[in-house]
């Protein structure tokens, strides 16, 4: 069954250091996603990509993060300088161009000291 | 008000036992809805995908909407200790990003 991958499983990073996340999205799908879940609190939305571009951000999302498709594979999920609120568990997901159905990955833990 | 509530739980059940987990919602325009679930440190996996009418069952889930209360159901039978999971419910907004609830965690004691 196909998956949506990420690396690394685990990440930590000083304080101020640049992280990028790689994600590899189900091959056919078109739409992708970077959610976020603070330990012990709800999934939240970060952005969406479709097409190159970002289609939808949320607050979260501001100008310490970016996102990118450098080649037909990899999704990737760049924080500029790390704070320590950014210490979380980053989900990539994918979708197809029908429907609604958003398949996530297993996650990324991010732990800034 | 957010777009959905769900109680944190946890909901602790023996095995076999029904659980119910519920979810409300504030848009009356919402039409679809959808439960996920997902295991601890793991990313949430689509569970069921309901129109806001009547019941859905798939296996021992079924999902039940009340539009007129603006009030999600999940439904389990037979309750397995591999349902340990948080459930989240998210309305289909019409956008691609999903809006979950906080989740629910249910524990199932064998």
């Known amino acids: 069954e196909p998956e949506v991958t990420q690396t690394p499983s685990h990440q930590v990073t000083q304080m101020g250091q640049e992280v990028i996340l790689r994600c590899v999205p189900i091959?056919?799908?078109?739409?992708f996603y970077w959610y976020r879940q603070i330990l012990g609190q709800k999934v939240e939305f970060l952005v969406s990509?479709?097409?190159?571009?970002?289609?939808?951000k949320s607050e979260i999302f501001d100008d310490q993060f970016s996102v990118e498709r450098p080649d037909g594979s990899n999704f990737t999920l760049k924080i500029r300088s790390t704070k320590l609120e950014d210490s979380a568990m980053y989900f990539c997901?994918?979708?197809?161009?029908?429907?609604?159905?958003?398949?996530f990955g297993e996650g990324s833990w991010l732990t800034v000291v | 008000q957010k777009e959905v509530e769900q109680d944190p739980g946890p909901l602790s059940v023996p095995e076999g036992a029904i659980v119910s987990l519920n979810c409300t919602y504030s848009?009356?325009?919402?039409?679809?809805f959808m439960w996920y679930r997902q295991y601890s440190r793991k990313g949430p996996e689509l569970l069921m995908y309901?129109?806001?009418?009547g019941n859905k069952e798939d296996g021992r889930f079924t999902a039940q909407v009340d539009k007129s209360s603006k009030y999600i159901s999940l439904f389990i039978r037979d309750s397995q200790p591999s349902d340990s999971a948080t459930y989240l419910c998210?309305?289909?907004?019409?956008?691609?990003?999903?809006?979950f609830g906080s989740g629910t965690r249910l524990q199932v004691q064998p």
């Open positions: 997901a994918s979708s197809g161009l029908l429907g609604n159905t958003i398949y």
């Open positions: 091959s056919n799908h078109l739409y």
């Open positions: 990509f479709y097409n190159n571009e970002i289609s939808e």
């Open positions: 848009n009356s325009a919402f039409q679809y």
């Open positions: 309901t129109y806001s009418s």
């Open positions: 998210a309305p289909d907004t019409g956008r691609r990003a999903l809006t």
